[in-house]
């Protein structure tokens, strides 16, 4: 058998088991994921899933940072596309709330869920989540920053980035909690009155 | 032994029980409980804490419950004292970053930790922690109400108070992830924004 071929279909049982980690964590969180279940859910060799992760640890990380993927593809990659300033940060706050709002993750955004989850949890999950939270914030507070340096918002960057952040959160909180569309309204209808220039 | 006495120790075990499931749910989530662990913690009897709580879903509802009643003891009732309207708002918005910056749960907010982990996992659990949290959203909004019925504010009271919602919620979550009390003063500068009147 060729080694490559063997590779490459590693690296596509790999995706799979990751696609479907996060998933299950953003509903049961990170803690709910096992190697074992995965691999019979995907209905693939558990020897072959243990081989690749090695342990849950390992895949926990792994599952963060391939969500952080599917994350920045659909919320970041998109609005870089965008002219930078204030036309950038409604675009992110947008496919944010869309992003949220579509259940690319089936309980909601994965960050928040596992943010929570590891929050007061020293390791090393606790800074991977920490990380890609916080390479979030930072995308949200430099475009602030952008905004602010055009001329298009007069406002302090870090005060506003946290603003919109906390509303973008809310809205996933409220409305995977609750169900029903209210808690996007209302979130759309703060950033609008803190992005109107 | 007089029933009397044997009722009031169950109580002060419950209490005590509660207080430390409370605790530990802030941290490692209403999944990371175990009746066997608390027992062990707190060296009482196994089967004397087991009869108590019955099952780990019993422990988890009344582990809400009791958490609801710290945080309304912190957040809502030392508020009540204070004149309607704005200041009340205001003393309800520092109440709330205060009892999350102390770590009156050594997780930050209950609620937030929980929210998180029951919020798309339908059952009897999720509507507990869903029940408490809409409780607390419509303290917020009815005083967002009587400050604009007093004419203290200018904002349609239920955006308002979703925007106060998620600022304290952003700066727990922040905070307990990323140390420090950067986040408090963010939420704080956001928050008087908000209620300059």
Known sequence: MPVDGRLARGDA????????????????????????????ELELSKSGVFALFGSKEELQLATIQAAFGIFEAHVVTPASAVPPGLPRLRAICENWLEYSENRVFPGGCFFFNVGAEFDARPGRVHDAVASASGSFASVIRETCGEAVALGQLDADPEVLAFELHALGRAANADAVLNGGTRAYALARRAMRARLAG
């Open 13 to 40: 049982t790999r995706r799979l088991v990751l696609r479907r980690a996060a998933d299950v964590a953003s509903v049961d969180g990170l803690d709910g994921l096992s190697l074992g279940r995965l691999a019979g």
